[in-house]
């Protein structure tokens, strides 16, 4: 099984990086190989999307940190 000329030449090229770029590299090539195929969105959450995007947009809502949500969450489940 031979490579295209476009996968040689990143194969070339990677392994003359430094050992850490090249670990960076395929770390990053190794979790591209996780990710599932994502199902298409439905029209329901396509419109939600926008809805929300035009909201963020008018400024009518604001947007929260992780940090904040989770602490309000454990401050109301306490």
Do not use: H
């Amino acid at each position: 099984m031979g490579m295209n000329a476009t996968a040689e030449q990143v194969m070339t090229e990677a392994l003359g990086l430094s050992p850490s770029l090249r670990a960076f590299v395929a770390e990053r090539l190794i979790e591209s190989l996780d990710i599932p195929e994502a199902a298409p969105l439905s029209a329901k959450w396509k419109e939600e999307i926008r809805g929300r995007c035009a909201e963020l947009d008018r400024g009518a809502i604001e947007l929260r940190t992780a940090g904040q949500v989770f602490a309000k969450a454990y401050a109301v489940l306490s």
